[in-house]
């Protein structure tokens, strides 16, 4: 048999089920497998064999006792750390988490759990998921495995690598702007963003409220179907939970193509596209329509203000999410002694000196407590994006940049729903360029921001989108296709996925680690 970390989800579980591999077999294989790759790589925060050979054990016993221990019974798991996990350690890449304990599973934790998944660890993220390239976390960076020069994207940097490393069969990112989608692309894995609302968020960290969805990452778009059916379904306990039959997803994937229309979107063929990823991005249109697709020229004109858009309107609510980090409920707090040490000298020296304004400006200690605790457990980019947010919800602003943004966005999902009047599904890049050196645009936001054109507009509308890969550059980085469709049509992009998948070869590629 061939190293068990090579096969894919599907092919695995047929393994475990006609029991030609138990599931401590094969979640030995993927420890052994973060053992040896993951210092080059860094997709682990926190993996726990102990737990994970435990759960793999209980899945073997029930088994062997005749029972149907659930869909996903044996089958490791990776989970970005933005998901609660009951008495275990959420941290969302900052330090003002670093030891938080949630005491209670997410629902996709829960979820996963009832499907007799084995939980393999925790995933490295940018910041409170706030990033493109799992360089802005406080806990470490991690790397692209096909150049560990270059960056994996982000935020779901650490969950997309696990995928390409060979470290986990399947794992769960986030989305709020490209967050699953982009490093899928760069790491060439798939990764989903599903419908806002099909998947409860309850549990997930939030970031910006309105926009955050979870979604699945792996080799395949079947190995991806075989994970939403698990993950997706109505909470009662998340109010923007959707009440909608979850369909199976699996069962539709062999559905020949003939008939789709391919709406082709104008707007992500012009200026600042690489032409490496144009011309992968165009032979995959060639794939389509040799298996029958319809191509069809479409226009979303206001995704030029895409950016903009998604740009304030996260910030604001993150902004307003992230005032709950003050150092008195849970998380990180300041050393009060060093405060209060600071303080009373500060006090002294204006003192002696006869300031009493000065004085009387002083903070209050509670006051300085929340602002030192904030300062001191939040990283560059979360800050920046929390003085965005507060400065567009603030008095005389609002709306100008907060209520513009919400109209906006509103033109952009008529977009959508004027396109997916005439076509099926749009097609187009996932990225404007393939993975880029690490700390090449750390220092420069912008640069940074205009890396999610293509991915953001999906968010903003709510509606769901795919990453697959398409092909390598001449430097060997692999380059993304995205298929994104109508609300709840993830049966019809994981179709289309899977009957890319089908043509092509790239998603069998694999990066050469030792």
């Known amino acids: 048999?061939?190293?068990?970390?090579?096969?894919?989800?599907?092919?695995?579980?047929?393994?475990?089920?006609?029991?030609?591999?138990?599931?401590?077999?094969?979640?030995?294989?993927?420890?052994?497998?973060?053992?040896?790759?993951?210092?080059?790589?860094?997709?682990?925060?926190?993996?726990?064999?102990?737990?994970?050979?435990?759960?793999?054990?209980?899945?073997?016993?029930?088994?062997?006792?005749?029972e149907a221990p659930g869909p996903l019974a044996g089958l490791?798991?990776?989970?970005?750390?933005?998901?609660?996990?009951?008495?275990?350690?959420?941290?969302?890449?900052?330090?003002?988490?670093?030891?938080?304990?949630?005491?209670?599973?997410?629902t996709v934790v829960e979820k996963l759990r009832e499907a007799g998944a084995v939980p393999l660890g925790k995933t490295n993220l940018d910041e409170f998921a706030m990033g493109g390239s799992t360089e802005n976390s406080a806990l470490g960076e991690t790397r692209n495995p096909w150049n560990t020069n270059c960056i994996p994207g982000g935020s779901s940097g650490g969950a997309a690598t696990c995928i390409a490393s060979g470290m986990s069969p399947l794992s769960i990112g986030s989305d709020t702007g490209g967050s699953i989608r982009q490093p899928a692309a760069f790491c060439g894995v798939v990764g989903l963003k599903p419908t806002y609302g099909r998947v409860s968020r309850l549990g997930l960290v939030a970031f910006a409220s309105s926009l955050d969805q979870i979604g699945p990452l792996a080799r395949t778009a079947e190995d991806a179907a075989l994970l939403l059916e698990v993950i997706a379904g109505h909470d009662a306990r998340d109010s923007t939970s959707l009440d909608q039959t979850v369909p199976r997803y699996r069962s539709v994937?062999?559905?020949?193509?003939?008939?789709?229309?391919?709406?082709?979107?104008?707007?992500?063929?012009?200026?600042?596209?690489?032409?490496?990823?144009?011309?992968a991005v165009r032979e995959s249109i060639r794939v389509y329509q040799e298996l029958g697709a319809k191509i069809t020229p479409v226009s979303l004109p206001h995704s030029e203000y895409a950016i903009a858009t998604y740009y304030v309107i996260?910030?604001?609510?993150?902004?307003?999410?992230?005032?709950?980090?003050?150092?008195?409920?849970?998380?990180?707090?300041?050393?009060?002694?060093?405060l209060h040490a600071t303080l009373k000298q500060q006090r002294a020296k204006l003192s002696a000196a006869g300031n009493e304004q000065a004085l009387n400006d002083l903070d209050s200690p509670l006051v300085r407590m929340y602002r030192q605790t904030r300062a001191e457990g939040f990283g560059a980019e979360v800050k920046r994006r929390i003085m965005l947010g507060t400065y567009a919800l603030s008095a005389g602003y609002y709306e100008a940049?907060?209520?513009?943004?919400?109209?906006?966005?509103?033109?952009?999902?008529?977009?959508?729903?004027?396109?997916?009047?005439?076509?099926?599904?749009?097609?187009?890049?996932?990225?404007?360029?393939?993975?880029?050196?690490?700390?090449?645009?750390?220092?420069?936001?912008?640069?940074?921001?205009?890396?999610?054109?293509?991915t953001v507009s999906a968010n903003l509308a709510g509606v769901p989108a795919i990453s697959v890969p398409c092909g390598f550059s001449n430097a060997g980085l692999p380059i993304g296709l995205q298929l994104q469709g109508p609300p709840l049509s993830e049966d019809r992009l994981l179709q289309a996925a899977h009957w890319f998948q089908k043509e092509t070869t790239w998603h069998q590629r694999r990066p050469a680690l030792n």
Not at 80 to 106: H, I, W
Not at 253 to 279: I, N, R, T, W, Y
Request: hydrophobic letters at 35%; charged letters at 30%; aromatic letters at 8%.
């Open 1 to 66: 048999m061939a190293d068990l970390t090579d096969y894919t989800a599907v092919k695995l579980l047929s393994l475990l089920q006609a029991g030609e591999v138990t599931s401590t077999e094969l979640t030995k294989a993927y420890l052994d497998r973060i053992e040896t790759c993951d210092q080059k790589i860094g997709s682990f925060l926190r993996a726990d064999p102990e737990e994970s050979l435990e759960h793999a054990a209980a899945m073997d016993r029930r088994r062997k006792a005749g």
């Open 76 to 106: 490791p798991v990776a989970l970005k750390d933005n998901l609660c996990t009951r008495g275990q350690t959420t941290t969302c890449g900052s330090r003002m988490l670093k030891n938080f304990k949630p005491p209670y599973d997410a």
């Open 253 to 279: 994937l062999q559905q020949p193509l003939a008939g789709l229309k391919l709406g082709v979107v104008e707007e992500h063929f012009g200026e600042g596209l690489d032409a490496e990823v144009e011309s």
């Open 314 to 338: 996260a910030p604001c609510e993150a902004s307003s999410n992230l005032a709950r980090y003050d150092g008195v409920h849970y998380g990180y707090r300041t050393d009060e002694n060093v």
């Open 401 to 454: 940049y907060y209520l513009k943004a919400l109209k906006v966005r509103r033109l952009i999902r008529q977009d959508y729903d004027e396109a997916f009047r005439d076509v099926d599904l749009v097609i187009g890049p996932v990225t404007p360029t393939p993975a880029f050196p690490r700390g090449s645009k750390i220092d420069d936001p912008l640069a940074m921001y205009l890396g999610d054109l293509y």
